[in-house]
């Protein structure tokens, strides 16, 4: 965006509107692109930025009877969270990105096998 001044010798400085022009975005994706795999998200907020933290949470693993399994599941208190990525993005574009995880969440959906009967 440029704005630009202009003076006459009989008139004061003029600022004139904004010029806007947009341009188109290329992006060089690495092939293979390096995708890490993230099964929880935690989503804060901060001034005028939307922090979108992606973690990798594996459950551990309970074999046993029931009663042990319940015995195992009452001493975990916690599980361990890998850190994999975080992606920081302005506000003023998140209803652009929500909008557009609505649409592959629609289209998930629409493609899901249908229940058949009650």
């Not at 704005?3 to 947009?22: G, Y």
């Amino acid at each position: 965006m440029v704005a630009k001044r202009s003076r006459t010798a009989n008139s004061p400085a003029q600022t004139s509107a904004p010029e806007v022009k947009h341009l188109k975005l290329k992006v060089n994706v690495p092939t293979p692109s390096p995708g890490v795999y993230a099964n929880q998200m935690l989503v804060q907020q901060d001034g005028e930025s939307a922090f979108l933290t992606f973690i990798l949470a594996v459950p551990p693993v309970i074999i046993g009877d029931p009663e042990e399994v319940q015995q195992q599941i009452a001493k975990i208190d916690s599980i361990e969270g890998r850190f994999v990525s975080q992606i920081i993005i302005p506000k003023s574009k998140l209803g652009e990105f929500a909008k557009a995880l609505q649409t592959i969440a629609d289209a998930h959906l629409e493609n899901k096998p249908k229940k058949i009967g009650g």
